[in-house]
Structures are given as C-alpha cells and as structure tokens.
C-alpha cells in the first residue's frame, strides 16, 4: 500500500483553491453503495452511489482477491500483491471508529468489513463486469456493499490501489460503519457523513473543493427536499454538496444543532423510518438556509500542510 504519492497528493489538493475548483469540477462521484435486492426490502435503492446491498446470488461468482489476509481492527484486507503493513494508513483506518462512532454518540462495531483490494483498475473494472453482485451497476472506482446472508449481513468494500485510495476507503468504510449499528440510513446522510468523513481527521471535514463550489454559486439550499430524494438518478453532484454542507454545519456550528443529528442517529438505532430532520433541525436553527448560507460564509479552511509532508 504505498503512501507516499497519496499522502504527497493529498496535501497538494489543499494548496490552491482555483486548482481546487478546477479538480472538483473534473472528479466523477468515486463510490456506490448497493443496497441488497429482495421481497424484504421494499424500500431498496439499489445502485445508488456509495452504499450497495444485494442479496447473495446463488450461482458460482468469480473470485475476488484473497490470495492473503491481514486483520487490522473491524476490517480484514483481501489481496494477491505484496502490502506495507507498517504503511500508516493502516493506523488512520483502524482509528475510523473511534472517529467516526465516537463523534456521533454511537456504540462500538462489533461488525468485521471485507476489504478486497485489487492491485490494478483493470483488474478491478474486470471483476465489477464478471461478478453478478454488480451486474447492472455503474463504473465506480470504489463499491460498498451489503451482502445478503443467513448468518446476517456481510459488509463488503471493493477498490484498487491508487491515489484516490485514502479518501475512497475512508467514505467506503464511514457507511459500513454507519450501517453496521444503525438500521439504516437516509441516502443524503449517508452520503453527507461519508463525505465528513473522507477526509483525513486534521481537515476537521472540511472539504474545499465543496466549500469552493458552494461559495461560487448558485447555492440554492432545501433540506426538505433533499430529505425526499430516494433514487442515484436524483442525487447529483450539487446535492453531494449540500449533503456535507448540512452534516458540517449540525456538526461544527452549535451544541444544539449537533444534538439534533445525535438524536436523530439515535432514532435510527430502532427504526428504518426516522422521519424528516428539517423540522427537528428548525427548532435549534429557526431560519435553516440563512444559517447554513452564514455559516459557510465564516467556515475557514483547515491549515496546509508543507507540500510532500507525510501523515
């Protein structure tokens, strides 16, 4: 796993907001959460990005990788090429749960994630074309999925080495987490907490290509109607956006506001129909849009760190 064109990449990406918008505007969405297909799951919404849940198919799929094996946390890594076990990023990964349960008032994970890593993006785009898991599915450079079992559900990541494999690991393994305590998800917050947590913990969630895009307009919030959205179809790269920009701000802007996300996680714990947000959120925010347009007005962008520094 080599990390030190990824963490060198990772630190250019903050080094100017013109090349941060440019890139924003140039990156397809990354990841796709497949949702398992079924009688059981009448509220399917399979295909939509990031988060990916099928049933088991019982014929014979191909082989991902497993050649070896390495046990680090939550997660077991699959691969058939030499890794560094000693690469940092390990480390980063294998804290993801504290980070991420621990901020949001939830309980640990108990859940184990299969991480199968493919060496090239041939061989990844290969076994996405051959694998009935995702048969019908768009190109994506990174897949979560939960896969139907009797035993209970399997939570599965797919992706290729590259210098998108920080960030993308980070989402994938932000919704296995997520899904593995909670019942489930609305596809906005999933994504929004996904998009929080991408990125490295001293960014503070911070994304600047998003920040970049959002203060350049036309921003036009409505949590109501994102909160409505079912389909991948319906959710676009401004939706994305909004997404994380209302999980930053219950997150970072007030006691209350974060509250009102906690709680609402909490609801989640026993139910897959929490309900809306807006409402509960308007109680702590009464004007919703003025204070998300004020808020990310005054939002700073996180200090950069000298170019080629490793984390």
């Not at 804290?95 to 949001?104: S, Y």
């Not at 139907?148 to 399997?154: H, I, N, P, T, W």
């Not at 959205?229 to 920009?245: G, H, I, T």
């Not at 129909?273 to 990310?296: N, Q, T, V």
Request: with cysteine; aromatic share 8%; net charge neutral.
């Amino acid at each position: 796993m080599p990390s030190s064109p990824l963490r060198a990449r990772t630190g250019s990406r903050l080094a100017a907001w013109a090349v941060l918008a440019a890139g924003a505007l140039a990156i397809p969405v990354g990841c796709e959460t497949v949702r398992p297909a079924g009688p059981a799951e009448p509220h399917d919404t399979a295909g939509r990005p990031d988060v990916v849940h099928r049933a088991s198919d019982p014929g014979t799929p191909p082989t991902p990788p497993g050649r070896h094996a390495i046990r680090r946390g939550n997660y077991v890594f699959y691969h058939d090429f030499e890794l560094d076990k000693s690469d940092p990023l390990f480390a980063e990964l294998e804290a993801l749960p504290d980070q991420v349960l621990g901020e949001l008032g939830l309980p640990p994970t108990t859940g184990i994630v299969q991480v199968f890593l493919f060496d090239t993006r041939d061989r990844y785009n290969q076994y996405l074309k051959s694998s009935p898991l995702f048969r019908g599915l768009p190109p994506r450079r990174a897949y979560f999925i939960t896969e139907k079992r009797a035993g209970g559900d399997e939570l599965k990541v797919f992706t290729w080495m590259g210098d998108h494999l920080r960030t993308d690991l980070r989402h994938e393994l932000t919704h296995a987490l997520l899904h593995s305590v909670l019942k489930d998800v609305p596809i906005w917050l999933d994504e929004g907490l996904a998009g929080y947590f991408e990125l490295p913990p001293e960014q503070d969630g911070v994304n600047p290509q998003h920040l970049e895009l959002i203060r350049r307009g036309p921003f036009q919030p409505n949590l109501a109607r994102l909160e409505r959205l079912k389909d991948v179809a319906e959710m676009q790269q401004p939706e994305y956006r909004e997404a994380w920009a209302w999980v930053h701000l219950m997150l970072r802007s007030s006691p209350a506001a974060k509250r009102v996300l906690l709680d609402y996680l909490q609801v989640m714990r026993t139910t897959d129909k929490p309900g809306p947000l807006a409402p509960r959120l308007r109680e702590a925010l009464p004007e919703l849009d003025e204070a998300l347009f004020d808020y990310l007005t005054r939002l700073e962008l996180p200090r950069v760190r000298p170019a080629g520094a490793r984390y």
